[in-house]
Structure formats: structure tokens, C-alpha cells
């Protein structure tokens, strides 16, 4: 275990604000709103603030306020990855160790909101937290071999968990989080004492599988917002995936504007974020 700095050089913030300065912008269809992605109008607003009012070194000094460490990982298969991730051991002895795990698009930050209060003890219950950079994200470094799936990532957190000498713990997934967790929970039974989870995905029981379920389903009286909730998945899941199909099915294509282009990562969530062991 070794502390971990971040420190992004001068120049590569220099070129940052040089691409962001000869961006180039499309056009746009009258009156779409958010209809058909991120409005022009809002793509430019961040732009212009990413490129003369975000402070990174203000941010990186936050960032490195926090117990900040790096580790060598080893996952069957594959070569060892150096894996970033945060370390806050609570002060009591019986602390709960829980491994914190983020999802898409978020990172580690989430989780340092929660620092101070997890560590303390509430009600007679504190945590040691353990909240990684899953491989490829934040500061992280990531495969460069096929085949590094879900498994492999579930791998990475349960083997830095029992190097931190945490052989039994907890999880908290959410998005993709959660699906790594959840697979923890499976293939390491032994270790994961109990799972929380911030996201859930279900479809309708369906009359074959479950039938008493489905007929439940057919005619329980779902409240107002129970159904508002229902469309609003079924919108989702129609017209607001876009980006979840072309990552999974030719990541490489969007690879090459994410790397490249700093606008192409000012979109609908907000503007700039931390990817794939980069500064974007």
C-alpha cells in the first residue's frame, strides 16, 4: 500500500484549454430542447466555463485531501493492475469494513460526503471504508486484454479488501456498482457479509416463470406515482440509452472523442468529469 498523489502536469491543462478554445460546435434542430441530447446553448455555457473559470489545482488539492491510496492488484488471467482507491479506517474497534463501489458515470467521489459520518460511531456501528477506482476509471489503471468482465472487476474488489486485511466485509453498489457487488455476493459468500444496493433492476414477472406473480402484477392498483415511475423507466429504456448501447457494443468508436475531445465530454450530466485515467 502505498499513498497516492494526484498531480496533473501544467502543460497537459494548458492543452486542455487550447482544445477547448478551438472547439467546434454543430447546429441544431429549432425547438428540440433536450429532445435529441445536451441543447447547444447549454454544451457552450460549460465549455466556456470549463475553459476560463474551472480551477483544477483547486480540485486536485481537495482530491488529495482525502486518504488516497494505490495498490497492485492481480486478477487470474491477467496482468496485475495498479488500482487507486480510498482508505478511512474508523477509530473503534469493532468497525465494519465496507467497500464502497461506485458506477458509470460516477467515481469514488461519491462517497466522500459519507466520509466522516461512516467513520464515526452512530448507534454503535462505524465502518473502516474501502472505496476504489474501479479498473479503467479515475486513477486507475486499466486491462488492455479482452475478456475483462464482470467477474474480473468483482476479482479486483474482494482481493483488495482481504490485502487491506479485511477477510469478511460488506458492499454498497449502485449502477454499475451494483452489478459487481452482487457478484461478489456470489462468488465470495465466505467474505460478503451483507450487501446494500442503490439501484435495481427488475422487469415484470412474466406468466410462465412466475405465474401467481405475474397475475399480482396484472391486478394490483399501483399508486399515481407508482406508474408515473413505470413510464418514465419505459422512456428510459426506449429513448435514453444511447449511450449505454454504443458502449457496449463498439466502445472504441466513442473512445476516440472522449480521449480526444474535451466537448465531448460536456453533456448531459453535467460537465466535466474523470474518466479512464484521464483528466477529460
Not at 482544445?19 to 447546429?27: E, G, N, V, W, Y
Not at 480510498?86 to 461519491?110: K, M, N, T, V
Not at 459487481?180 to 416463470?209: C, D, E, F, K
Not at 428510459?236 to 473512445?255: A, D, H, I, M, S
Amino acid at each position: 500500500m502505498a499513498a497516492y498523489t494526484i498531480n496533473i502536469p501544467d502543460d497537459k491543462i494548458a492543452a486542455l484549454k487550447q482544445k477547448l478554445s478551438q472547439a467546434t460546435f454543430p447546429d441544431e434542430l429549432e425547438g428540440t430542447g433536450n429532445e435529441y441530447g445536451a441543447p447547444l446553448a447549454e454544451v457552450k455555457r460549460l465549455t466556456e466555463y470549463w475553459k476560463t473559470s474551472y480551477d483544477w489545482k483547486a480540485a486536485e488539492a481537495k482530491l488529495n485531501a482525502l486518504p488516497n491510496f494505490r495498490k497492485s492488484i492481480k486478477v487470474d488471467g491477467f496482468p496485475a493492475l495498479d488500482i487507486h482507491y480510498l482508505h478511512q479506517p474508523s477509530d473503534s474497534p469493532d468497525a465494519i469494513p465496507l467497500l464502497f463501489c461506485h458506477g458509470w458515470p460516477g467515481s469514488y467521489i461519491e462517497v466522500t460526503k459519507m466520509l466522516e459520518s461512516l467513520k464515526q460511531s452512530i448507534d454503535g456501528v462505524s465502518f473502516h471504508v474501502v472505496a476504489p477506482s474501479l479498473p479503467n476509471f479515475a486513477w486507475s489503471e486499466g486491462p488492455k486484454q479482452r475478456g475483462f468482465g464482470l467477474k474480473q472487476y468483482a476479482e479486483v474488489n474482494h482481493r483488495l479488501m482481504h490485502s487491506l486485511g479485511y477477510p469478511k466485509y460488506v458492499t454498497q453498489g449502485g449502477d454499475w456498482g451494483f452489478y459487481i457487488t452482487r457478484a461478489m455476493g456470489l462468488l465470495y459468500p465466505q467474505s460478503v457479509m451483507a450487501s446494500h444496493i442503490n439501484m435495481i433492476r427488475a422487469s415484470p414477472p412474466t406468466w410462465s416463470s412466475h405465474p401467481l406473480l405475474a397475475l399480482q402484477h396484472a391486478l394490483q392498483p399501483y399508486s399515481q406515482r407508482e406508474k408515473e415511475g413505470f413510464e418514465r423507466s419505459k422512456w428510459f429504456n426506449e429513448e435514453g440509452n444511447g449511450y449505454r448501447v454504443l458502449q457496449c457494443t463498439k466502445p472504441q468508436t466513442v473512445g476516440y472523442a472522449l480521449t480526444d475531445s474535451p466537448v465531448s465530454n460536456v453533456h448531459e450530466y453535467g460537465g466535466p468529469r474523470v474518466l479512464r485515467s484521464r483528466v477529460l
